[in-house]
């Protein structure tokens, strides 16, 4: 973990919480833990200086990423009885890692299940989130998390309360210390699910429409609750305190872009207190910029020990800063939590930037380009951008012209000035742009290459295990037509319905035959496809095979029966379970379509989706096979 966010209310009473998460294993986790409770400790003083009740942000950097945190800022927003009270609101900080912006708020809204509170407490978020998000503070990244006061307008206790208690029990064998429960871990039952869906003030009432649209005007997005209430229950006990209505009160927001979710869920061995603590662990994609290479300040990686990091930014003057809502004191960074305590050299991790493998950066630009004769989708050339030339996959092509996107850098060429000269980034120019109908003959050209390396940035798709079939190999005329009528032509359709892209426009990128077997290739790790909308389906027996199936982040695994298949955003991670016993065989198709629009506008309805099922509708039985 390379950076730990603590969002607390009451946060003196949490301290021997996080003296007790602060024994997990692990070099970065304990340095981070030894911090932690060094700052816990200080909590009182924080708490009566940001005079909110105990609202408390806790930012812990890995000692690899010190170095590389810049502008740190600490800000609250009062809300509630018009800002004046001051026992609701926020507190956030905010800072960058390297050319990444990211702030982390803690919030405490409005309590009460009656009258106008539901939208009290909306009204009250949406305030928090325009004042610590304007104009000149746009985040790259936000996470929000506290205790929302959400509210369970369950018909009456009843029985309820045991169905809810029994939701932190853990399948047997699993250790009481890892009781966490929710996406990415053990899942509550179905029936606890089904009451979240009914119940929870948010999901199942009438605010559900106005908390969408906030979530949508800043971008954010909740993972799916799959844990008991987190609220109110007894301490040191996993039962509910019945003189409150259970309810999913705590919760965490975050940014939908630059982000994977790889788990929502709370811990349920933390019951120090009536409310049970709730987590979400977050990969992030962050952005760095070449340095001068004559900046005193740094260093190269690992040739000698780096310097300090930058010293934070000056507090923003009252009312006017980077936060400003209404006249609140501001509070400086070292009066908030945020101390990149130690430091050492500003490497920066892969496995923090991007969790696909990164393309192969020659290193050497000065022998003569080449001129393509042909180009492959996800063949990682040099695409001209005003007068240079930079790193890009192709996205479409048409023998005269390519769409390509630029890519960003990865990590391991972080510092390293030549290399970060071929990312497109470093001109300062947004690395999310795409260049669209490129001539090949004046603004595409061949990157040097090892001898031996591919020109793909990534093989164009996953499936290319020697026992696949290439359905372009397949040499009988029949099978062609089988599979365009019975696949391709319903699937092409049914893209256009789901994605709402001109069925005109979608083609068949690749298509493959794909074996599993306990013998040869059992599985396929999480990837994501090369294609607009990426299809899969069943062709076994369902007989003929155990376990397999297509996993997705959130969890779920697909296993249509014969003949079934499902649709997704190529974009969305995914991967194929191994199997335990026989053969399963599939039929993996790549769609791509006509314009970069079609990408922009599959990945967006993709995401629209996500914390729903989190995939494209499962096409029951697409081909009519077995009916
Ligand atoms: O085995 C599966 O279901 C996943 C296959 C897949 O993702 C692929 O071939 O790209
Ligand atoms: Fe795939």
């Not at 047997?172 to 699910?193: D, L, W």
């Not at 001068?292 to 000698?304: D, G, L, V």
């Not at 972080?414 to 795409?434: F, I, P, V």
Request: charged content about 25%.
């Amino acid at each position: 973990m390379s950076l730990f966010f603590v969002l607390l209310k009451r946060c003196e009473r949490w301290s021997k919480v996080l003296e007790v998460e602060t024994r997990v294993g692990g070099t970065e986790a304990e340095n981070a833990g030894r911090q932690q409770k060094a700052k816990v400790n200080d909590c009182e003083r924080e708490r009566n200086f940001v005079g909110m009740v105990g609202l408390f942000v806790g930012v812990f950097v890995a000692e690899r990423l010190a170095g590389s945190v810049k502008s740190v800022s600490a800000e609250r927003v009062r809300s509630g009885l018009y800002g004046q009270a001051g026992n609701k609101g926020a507190v956030a900080v905010s800072f960058k890692i390297e050319e990444t912006s990211i702030c982390a708020i803690s919030l405490h809204l409005e309590s009460g299940q009656h009258g106008k509170k539901a939208q009290e407490r909306l009204e009250q978020l949406r305030e928090i989130l325009q004042g610590v998000r304007h104009e000149k503070a746009k985040y790259d990244v936000m996470v929000l998390g506290g205790d929302f006061n959400f509210r369970a307008a369950f018909p009456e206790v009843g029985q309820i309360p045991k169905v809810l208690s029994e939701g932190w029990a853990n399948p047997a064998g699993v250790a009481s210390s890892e009781r966490r429960v929710g996406e990415g871990s053990y899942q509550t039952s179905e029936e606890v699910m089904r009451l979240f869906r009914e119940y929870d003030e948010v999901t199942a009432g009438r605010s559900r429409q106005e908390l969408q649209e906030i979530l949508k005007e800043f971008s954010l997005v909740e993972g799916p609750v799959r844990f008991p209430p987190t609220y109110r229950l007894l301490e040191g006990q996993s039962s509910y305190d019945l003189e409150r209505q259970p309810a999913w009160c705590d919760r965490v927001l975050h940014s939908r872009v630059s982000v994977v979710r790889k788990s929502y869920c709370a811990l349920g061995h933390l019951n120090h207190t009536d409310h049970r603590p709730v987590c979400v662990m977050l990969e992030l994609l962050l952005l760095a910029l070449p340095r001068p290479a004559e900046s005193p300040t740094r260093t190269p990686p690992s040739t000698s020990p780096s310097p300090l990091p930058e010293p934070p930014a000056a507090s923003p003057q009252a009312g006017a800063g980077p936060f400003g809502l209404g006249p609140v004191s501001p509070v400086t960074t070292s009066e908030a939590s945020v101390t990149p305590a130690t430091v050492t050299a500003p490497t920066l991790p892969q496995d923090l930037l991007d969790f696909e493998d990164p393309p192969h950066v020659p290193s050497s630009p000065k022998t003569p380009m080449q001129t393509p004769q042909t180009l492959q989708t996800g063949q990682l050339v040099l695409a001209k951008f005003q007068t240079g030339w930079y790193l890009a996959n192709v996205l479409r092509y048409d023998g005269i012209t390519a769409d390509v996107a630029w890519l960003r850098p990865p990590g391991t060429v972080w510092g390293n000035k030549e290399e970060m000269q071929r990312y497109l980034c470093s001109t300062g120019a947004d690395e999310t742009l795409h260049g669209e109908k490129l001539h090949i003959a004046t603004h595409v050209r061949l990157p040097e290459l090892p001898k031996g390396t591919s020109a793909l940035a990534h093989p164009p798709y996953p499936s290319t295990s020697p026992a696949d079939v290439k359905i372009r190999d397949l040499k009988s005329t029949a099978a062609q037509k089988i599979f365009q009528d019975k696949l391709a032509a319903p699937l092409i359709e049914a893209i256009g319905e789901y994605f709402e892209l001109p069925p005109k426009t979608v083609v068949v990128d690749d298509a493959f035959i794909v074996r599993y077997a306990t013998d040869s290739q059992r599985g396929l790790s999480f990837h994501r496809d090369g294609s607009i909308v990426s299809s899969i389906v069943t062709l076994s027996d369902e007989n003929d095979y155990v376990g397999g199936g297509t996993e997705f982040l959130d969890g779920s695994v697909y296993r249509p029966s014969q003949g079934g298949g499902i649709l997704f955003g190529g974009q969305r991670l995914h991967g194929g379970v191994e199997i335990e016993r026989g053969a399963r065989y599939i039929c993996t198709i790549f769609f791509k379509c006509g314009g970069l629009s079609c990408r922009d506008l599959a990945v967006k309805k993709d995401k629209e989706e996500e914390g729903d099922p989190g995939i494209w509708g499962a096409l029951a039985n697409i081909m009519g096979v077995g009916q």
